[in-house]
């Protein structure tokens, strides 16, 4: 998880350069892809339900930036969802880190 997550920031960084930025965005999303999946799998064995299905919601949210930015017709919305997926997901990764935080103070 540690790796994936770490090239997608890294190649995500290639977003300011002369590469193609639809190219880019595929292959930091592929990593980050992989690093969603196992967070996913330590959420449900950690039996923590509330933030898996968080989770899901946001993944809702990443394939309706997809498809609103496959159908042309559509994309004059893309800049509103984008910003709500970001900050969704944002909150989810702090929620997380809240979760575990208070799981390694209480166990001490």
Not at 18 to 42: C, E, R, Y
Not at 96 to 108: F, P, V
């Amino acid at each position: 998880m540690q790796v994936s997550g770490t090239l997608a920031m890294v190649i995500a960084f290639f977003l300011f350069t002369n590469i193609d930025h639809d190219w880019i965005i595929n292959l930091a999303s592929l990593f980050g892809l992989v690093a969603t999946v196992l967070t996913f799998t330590g959420l449900y064995k950690s039996k923590w339900y509330q933030l898996f299905a968080f989770g899901l919601f946001n993944i809702l949210l990443v394939g309706l930036n997809n498809y609103v930015y496959y159908h042309k017709d559509l994309i004059v919305y893309l800049p509103v969802i984008q910003k709500i997926s970001f900050a969704s997901f944002l909150i989810w990764i702090c929620s997380i880190d809240i979760a575990l935080y208070q799981k390694n103070k209480n166990s001490k």
